[in-house]
């Protein structure tokens, strides 16, 4: 029971984090919350028994991601970004109800009119290392080694655009 | 399962619409970047919750594959603004009209 409290708590701050991602003002601090809300989202992770999603998380997103955004942020020398100029209250009224729309259609979907999904208490065996390296090494090979492919084609597009003469 | 998984998938859709007003709402590049990446990880929290319900690894599999796709996009989309910032100083995308008409 406890533990259902700290999922709340965490959710919680997840979702006070990602509003504070984009609502600032300033990316620096829209930077370091957005670190907030992966490290409340890899504590999730671990309520969810998802061990090496969340070591993932924490290494990946956190460390090398968050690195990189705060790196291009201060080389770029962003600051305070001006109040917006031009407000095109239509668009901003479409997207709005747009987004409004998509939530309460998938809130409708799953808090439906049967009970909650709850998973009867059975031991959960596919967290762990072991079994995510038998996956991905026996029936999903084809797609790792296309993400190998995929991460080499980023590397060398990134080289390409960062030279001085684009 | 220490939560129903329906809170776990509204946790998700809270964070993904989050993540959609900012990139509909913000000029910044950068801004509308970190948006994109709270949408990936909101769809990675919907894949462990149902990993975890249907107490199989498949889902794991694809947040692998998410966070890599995720590693590749930001560096080349970070590429992108730089590049953009050198020709142009600004990173306010309503400025940023180079291939428009």
Request: proline share 2%.
């Amino acid at each position: 029971m406890s533990l259902s409290l700290l999922f709340y708590c965490v959710a919680a701050i997840t979702i006070g984090s990602a509003v504070f991602v984009v609502l600032n003002r300033n990316a620096v601090y829209s930077a370091i919350a957005l670190v907030l809300c992966f490290f409340s989202l890899a504590v999730i992770y671990l309520l969810l028994e998802a061990y090496v999603i969340a070591v993932l998380e924490i290494f990946i997103y956190a460390g090398a991601i968050m690195v990189l955004f705060l790196f291009v942020i201060m080389l770029l020398n962003l600051g305070k970004e001006d109040a917006l100029p031009n407000l095109n209250y239509l668009q901003r009224a479409t997207s709005l109800l747009l987004v409004l729309l998509f939530f309460v259609g998938i809130f409708i979907v799953m808090i439906g009119d049967q009970g909650l999904l709850h998973q009867p208490t059975e031991q959960f065996l596919a967290g762990g290392i072991y079994p995510l390296g038998e996956a991905l090494f026996s029936k999903y090979l084809l797609p790792f080694e296309i993400a190998s492919l995929l991460l080499l084609v980023a590397l060398i597009g990134t080289v390409y655009l960062a030279k001085r003469k684009v | 399962m220490i939560v129903p998984l329906e809170h776990v998938v509204v946790l998700s859709l809270i964070i993904f619409s989050i993540g959609v007003l900012g990139v509909l709402f913000r000029r910044n590049a950068i801004t509308i970047f970190m948006s994109i990446e709270l949408m990936l990880n909101a769809v990675n929290l919907a894949l462990v919750g149902f990993s975890r319900y249907y107490n199989s690894v498949d889902g794991q599999v694809f947040v692998f594959l998410v966070m890599t796709l995720a590693a590749a996009e930001v560096a080349v989309g970070l590429a992108i603004i730089i590049a953009l910032y050198r020709n142009r100083q600004t990173v306010n995308i309503d400025e940023i009209n180079l291939m428009k008409n």
